[in-house]
């Protein structure tokens, strides 16, 4: 079974600074998806950004930034510029891209940004 | 806004006692998943349907169940509630990846939740 592992409970950073959040994920399958959800205290779930395991460029949107590095099954979060809204729980997760499959989630992490 | 209606938003009751919790996916989302969350926890996933067929089961516990229906709206029902019970459930919905759309992102949808509270 795939598992996701995110081995920082929390983190913090100073506002305008940059911080990495770290995952690592264990799969035997070759095709897969890759996402960072964003948890603010609101509580709904809201995607950050995505990776397709067969596209070997890292995904960006604005401020995120992905490196994702497929034989060491690690996927991280780069998140640049912080900004007081980055603060919330950040889930890794995986989904199987050939079966009809649920999405499997890390622990989380939760992010601080400092003023 | 994910497109994704879960009913109701809060939900307070007392243990022993039985709860349905609704969800509406996307229009043309074919699959739904349930999900609860514990206090600080992760996402748990439940179980899963495609197109009215169960598909994937995950951790239920055999007091939940679940269906969906024709019009392919789900429900999620929890009976012989425990305090421990009391979560954020999460329905999300979305196109089955084996299918071949070019749309496809493999992302799931999710609703807003339910908060249960059992007292």
């Known amino acids: 079974a795939q598992t996701v592992t995110q081995s920082q409970p929390e983190m913090s950073v100073q506002e305008a600074e940059t911080v990495t959040l770290s995952c690592t994920y264990d799969t035997s399958e070759s095709d897969y998806y890759l996402f960072w959800y964003k948890q603010p205290p609101s509580r709904q779930m809201i995607l950050v950004i995505r990776?397709?395991?067969?596209?070997?460029q890292n995904a960006t949107e604005n401020r995120f930034s992905v490196n994702f590095q497929k034989a060491a099954k690690s996927f991280s979060l780069k998140i640049s510029d912080s900004q007081l809204g980055d603060a919330a729980m950040y889930f890794c997760?995986?989904?199987?891209?050939?079966?009809?499959?649920?999405?499997?989630f890390g622990a989380g992490t939760r992010l601080t940004v400092k003023p | 806004d994910s497109g994704v209606t879960q009913t109701p938003k809060h939900l307070i009751t007392a243990t022993g006692q039985r709860v349905t919790l609704r969800c509406s996916p996307r229009?043309?989302?074919?699959?739904v998943y349930w999900y609860q969350q514990s206090l600080d926890q992760g996402l748990q996933f439940l179980i899963q349907?495609?197109?009215?067929?169960?598909?994937a089961k995950g951790n239920i516990l055999e007091r939940f169940s679940a269906q969906q229906f024709p019009d392919l709206h789900s429900e999620l029902n929890l009976s012989s509630l425990e305090l421990g019970d009391s979560a954020l459930y999460f329905c999300a919905s979305s196109v089955v990846p084996a299918v071949a759309v070019s749309s496809n992102t493999g992302e799931l949808f999710f609703g807003e939740g339910s908060r249960l509270t059992v007292l």
């Open positions: 349907y495609y197109n009215g067929e169960e598909r």
């Open positions: 990776q397709e395991a067969y596209k070997q």
């Open positions: 997760a995986y989904r199987s891209a050939d079966r009809y499959n649920d999405m499997r």
């Open positions: 229009s043309g989302d074919l699959s």
